[in-house]
C-alpha cells in the first residue's frame, strides 16, 4: 500500500478577518496569555497563543492590577502584528474589552507605518489600513490627574550591542542606577549584562509554534515593530516591579527613511523612530494612567558617529558587545560578529573613525575596509545604491562621513575599501566640519523627559 504525504498550503487571500481575541493576566504566576485567530469562509480558523513570562516580585500584594491589564490589554494590540502578517486581512476584529480610543489610533500607525515595510517588500499595492472593529465598549480614557508620575530607578532594555551600553554607562554616571532589562535574553545579552555590573531583568515571550508551520505552507512574513513590542513589555515589567521610566537607546537617525514608496516613508526602524517614541508617549496616559516621560530614548538627539565615539572609549565592552542580527536568530547559539552582514558593515565603518585597524581587526576577526568583496555591501550604505539596507544602520550620510574620516586616517587610507572609494568619491579625502559636527538635535528630543535624564543628556552634547 503506498504511502502518500499531502504537503498544507496555506493561502493567504481566504482570510478576510483577524481577531484579536483574549488576553489574559494570570498575577499568581506573573504570566500573561494571548489569543488570535484568522478567519474566513472558505478556510479552516487559525487559532495562535502566545506567553509572555515576567520577572515577579515579591510585593504581589502591592500590584497595580488596573493599569498592569490596561498596558498588557495594549501590548497584545501591537504583538497581534507577528500573526496578522500571515495574511493581512482588510478587517481587524477587537474582541478585548479594556481598548479606548487612543488605544485603537495607536493599532492603527503601528499596522500603517510599523508593518511598511513588511507591506512594501511583499507586493502590496499601499500600505495596510483595515477595518479596525470593536465588539467591546471603548473604554474610558484615565483621567489625566490620575495619570502616575515617574518614581523609581530606570529600567534600559538592552540588545547586547553598542547604543545600550552607552545608555546604562551614562546613566550611571549621572548615578541614576540603571536596571537592564531583556526579552528573551541571550548568551551575548547576559554576557554585557556582567560586565556593566549592573542587575539584569529578563521577560520571555513565547511565540506560538503554529505560526512558524504557517509560514512554511505558504503564510505571509516579513519585519514587524519589534522595538514597540519590546518597549511594551518593558513598560510592563517596569510596573510589576515598581521601577522608574523605560530609558531606550534609540538615536536620531533611526527616524530616517529606508525608501520611499510613493508619498510614504517606508522605514526600517520605525519602531524606534521618534514619531513611534511620541506616539507610545501619546497612548500610556489615556490607556494606562501613566505620565508620557515613563517612555523615553536617551540617545534620541544623537548621531550614531556621536554614539560610537564614546563606545570607542570603552573597552571592556568591546570584545562581549554585537550588534550583529545573525547572533539573535532563533536558536542561534553564543555567536559574535559574523563580518558579513549590513549591520556588521555599517558599526566597523562607524567604529573606524576612532579605533585603529589593529584594534577592529581583534573584534571583528577580520578587516572589512581591506576586503573587496565588502564594496558592494558599502556602496549602499553611502546610498550609491537603490536605497541603504533594510537593516538597522545610521544614515548615508553618517556612513559617508564616517568613510571621510577613515580616508583621511594614515592607518585607513591605504586598506583596499577606502582606496576605492577615494578613486571614486576623491570630495572623500576633504573635511565636511559642517557634517562632521556631533549631532545634538534638541528639536528631535522628545518633549516628556524628566530633568535628571535631559542633564545626563547634556552631559554627551
Known amino acids: 500500500m503506498w504511502g502518500w504525504v499531502v504537503a498544507m498550503v496555506f493561502d493567504p487571500a481566504s482570510a478576510t478577518d483577524f481577531t ?274 515613563h517612555y523615553f530614548s536617551l540617545l534620541r538627539p544623537f548621531s550614531e558617529l556621536r554614539i560610537a565615539g564614546i563606545f570607542a572609549n570603552l573597552p571592556r565592552y568591546h570584545h562581549v558587545a554585537t550588534s550583529c542580527n545573525r547572533a539573535f536568530t532563533m536558536d542561534a547559539e553564543n555567536l559574535g560578529w559574523c563580518g558579513e552582514c549590513d549591520k556588521c558593515r555599517f558599526i566597523y565603518l562607524v567604529l573606524s573613525a576612532y579605533l585603529s585597524p589593529a584594534a577592529l581587526r581583534a573584534i571583528f576577526g577580520h578587516d572589512l575596509l581591506d576586503d573587496e568583496a565588502h564594496i558592494p555591501g558599502f556602496e549602499a550604505l553611502l546610498g550609491l545604491d537603490h536605497h541603504k539596507p533594510f537593516e538597522c544602520v545610521g544614515s548615508e550620510a553618517e556612513s559617508t562621513v564616517a568613510l571621510s574620516f577613515a580616508a583621511r586616517r594614515v592607518d585607513w587610507a591605504s586598506h583596499a575599501v577606502v582606496k576605492h572609494f577615494l578613486d571614486t568619491i576623491p570630495q572623500l579625502a576633504a573635511p565636511h566640519p559642517d557634517l562632521e559636527k556631533p549631532v545634538f538635535d534638541t528639536h528631535a528630543s522628545s518633549r516628556h523627559i524628566p530633568e535628571q535624564y535631559q542633564q545626563a543628556q547634556r552631559a554627551l552634547a
Not at 69 to 88: D, I, P, Q, R, W
Not at 121 to 128: A, D
Not at 191 to 216: F, Q, Y
Open 20 to 293: 484579536y481575541r483574549e488576553m489574559t493576566w494570570f498575577s499568581d504566576r506573573f504570566q500573561a496569555v494571548f489569543r488570535f485567530e484568522l478567519s474566513g469562509p472558505t478556510m479552516a480558523t487559525e487559532s495562535f497563543t502566545e506567553t509572555i513570562q515576567f520577572t515577579p516580585t515579591q510585593a504581589a500584594d502591592n500590584l497595580d492590577d488596573a493599569r498592569l491589564e490596561s498596558l498588557l490589554t495594549l501590548l497584545g494590540a501591537v504583538l497581534s502584528t507577528s500573526y496578522y502578517k500571515a495574511a493581512a486581512p482588510k478587517r481587524y476584529v477587537i474582541d478585548v474589552p479594556g481598548v479606548t480610543d487612543a488605544a485603537v489610533d495607536y493599532l492603527r500607525l503601528v499596522l500603517r507605518d510599523g508593518l511598511a515595510e513588511f507591506a512594501y517588500r511583499n507586493g502590496f499595492m499601499s500600505p495596510i489600513e483595515p477595518e479596525i472593529v470593536l465588539t467591546q465598549p471603548v473604554a474610558s480614557a484615565w483621567p489625566e490627574d490620575n495619570w502616575l508620575a515617574i518614581s523609581g530607578d530606570p529600567l534600559v532594555p538592552i540588545g547586547g550591542g553598542k547604543d545600550s551600553v552607552v545608555s546604562v554607562e551614562i546613566l550611571q554616571r549621572q548615578r541614576l542606577h540603571p536596571i537592564q532589562f531583556a526579552v528573551n535574553a541571550n548568551p551575548i545579552i547576559h554576557k554585557v549584562a556582567r560586565v556593566s555590573g549592573h542587575p539584569l531583568i529578563t521577560a520571555r515571550r513565547t511565540i506560538d509554534p503554529h505560526l512558524l508551520e504557517l509560514n512554511k505552507q505558504g503564510a505571509l512574513n516579513g519585519h514587524i515593530p519589534v522595538t514597540a513590542i519590546n518597549s511594551l513589555i518593558a513598560l510592563i515589567q517596569a510596573r510589576i516591579l515598581r521601577l522608574g521610566p523605560v530609558v531606550m537607546s534609540n538615536e536620531a537617525s533611526a527616524s530616517e527613511a529606508t525608501v520611499r514608496w510613493g508619498d510614504m516613508a517606508v522605514n526600517h526602524q520605525w519602531s524606534k523612530s521618534l514619531d513611534a517614541e511620541l506616539a507610545l508617549q501619546a497612548v500610556i496616559g489615556p490607556q494606562a494612567g501613566l505620565d508620557p516621560d
